[in-house]
């Protein structure tokens, strides 16, 4: 069965400080997206890592992919508040097709 | 350019009903899924659809169906509903498939009683 893991769950983190989100996933893929979940709102998409070693920097966001270890990271740099939120990845493999396959998500405080 | 359109935006059935609930893509947007989001499972992929077709279907009993139409817009179904049922109903849509993300619309909030 596939999966897809992330963890924390749970992230509470203070104004300004360095933070990782990972994600595991056990099937085959080099094609992995990051979504950004507001409360009571729809997903919005982040990244996309589209090959091994891909590596995307928005903002305070950065992403990366290691197709080989089947891992992507999601990296926050001195966080502030507005990055609070529910952060998803998600998998596309190419045995699949066409279909996605969500992590559990992350859900991030920002504490002032 | 306009976003991923969903209606309704709020719903509230009782059990044994059906419901539809209807999403129109991005313009130039061909693939059209569909997902459940619950505080429990999470998101789960329904099925997707791509020129009127049904590529994928996600692991859901029959009661769940969909159908897209030429203009690309999509509807799905749920009969007999559930108390289980109750969720967010999340619509995506891409150009075609392959190395693109998906764009999301609003949802459809669905409630069971």
């Known amino acids: 069965e596939l999966k897809v893991e992330q963890n924390p769950l749970f992230l509470s983190m203070q104004e300004g400080k360095n933070y990782t989100i990972y994600c595991n996933y056990s099937?085959?893929?080099?094609?992995l997206y990051w979504y950004r979940q507001d409360p009571g709102k729809s997903l919005e998409s982040l990244f996309v890592?589209?090959?091994?070693?891909a590596v995307k920097q928005e903002g305070r966001l950065m992403a990366s992919l290691d197709t080989k270890a089947r891992l992507s990271t999601l990296h926050i740099t001195a966080a502030v508040h507005d990055l609070s939120a529910t952060y998803f990845c998600?998998?596309?493999?190419?045995?699949?097709?066409?279909?996605?396959?969500f992590g559990t998500g992350t859900s991030l405080t920002v504490i002032p | 350019k306009a976003g991923v359109t969903q209606t309704p935006r709020y719903l509230i059935k009782t059990r044994g009903q059906q419901v539809t609930l209807s999403c129109s893509p991005i313009?130039?947007?061909?693939?059209v899924s569909w997902y459940q989001q619950t505080p429990g499972q999470g998101l789960q992929f329904l099925f997707e659809?791509?020129?009127?077709?049904?590529?994928n279907k996600g692991n859901f009993p029959g009661r769940f169906s969909g159908r897209q139409f030429s203009n690309s817009r999509s509807e799905m179904n749920v009969s007999t509903l559930e108390l289980g049922d109750s969720a967010l109903y999340l619509c995506?849509?891409?150009?075609?498939?392959?190395?693109?993300?998906?764009?999301f619309g609003p949802g459809t909030r669905l409630l069971v009683l």
């Open positions: 995506a849509s891409r150009i075609s498939g392959g190395q693109e993300t998906q764009y």
């Open positions: 099937t085959t893929s080099d094609r």
């Open positions: 890592l589209l090959s091994n070693g």
């Open positions: 998600a998998v596309d493999p190419i045995e699949t097709g066409n279909q996605f396959y």
């Open positions: 313009s130039g947007h061909r693939s």
């Open positions: 659809y791509f020129s009127e077709t049904q590529r």
